[in-house]
C-alpha cells in the first residue's frame, strides 16, 4: 500500500503530540465501496468537462487515510496544510483515469 507524507509548513502541537508532516495512506477498495467517488466529472453544454467534488466523501476519506498522526490532530491545522493534506488525499484518485461521466452516453 503507498503512503505519502505530506510536510506541512509549520509545526503543530494537539492532544499533547507536536508535529510537522502528516502521512496518508492508498485508499482501499473498501473505502471505495463504502464512501463513492470524492468527485464527478459532469459536461457542460458546450462540450467542456467540470468537476464537482463530493465535499462529505472528501472529508471521510481524509478521516480514514490519514495515518499519523491521528485525523483528530488536523483541526489544528491551518488552511494552507489543510488543503495540502486534502489534495495529498486526492491526488490517490487522479492518478488512475477520472471518474466516469455522470451524463450517460448517447
Do not use: W
Not at 54 to 64: E, H, L, S
Not at 70 to 88: M, P
Amino acid at each position: 500500500m503507498m503512503e505519502i507524507v505530506v510536510p506541512l509548513a509549520r509545526q503543530y502541537q494537539a492532544h499533547g503530540d507536536v508535529f510537522s508532516s502528516v502521512t496518508v495512506r492508498e485508499p482501499r477498495f473498501e473505502d471505495l465501496l463504502a464512501l463513492g467517488e470524492p468527485y464527478e466529472v459532469q459536461r457542460t453544454p458546450q462540450g467542456g468537462r467540470v468537476v464537482i467534488e463530493n465535499t462529505p466523501a472528501v472529508a471521510a476519506y481524509v478521516k480514514r487515510c490519514v495515518i499519523k498522526p491521528t485525523s483528530d490532530h488536523l483541526g489544528e491545522l491551518d488552511i494552507k496544510d489543510a488543503r495540502a493534506v486534502r489534495n495529498a488525499v486526492l491526488d490517490f484518485f487522479t492518478h488512475g483515469e477520472q471518474p466516469p461521466d455522470s451524463q450517460p452516453k448517447t
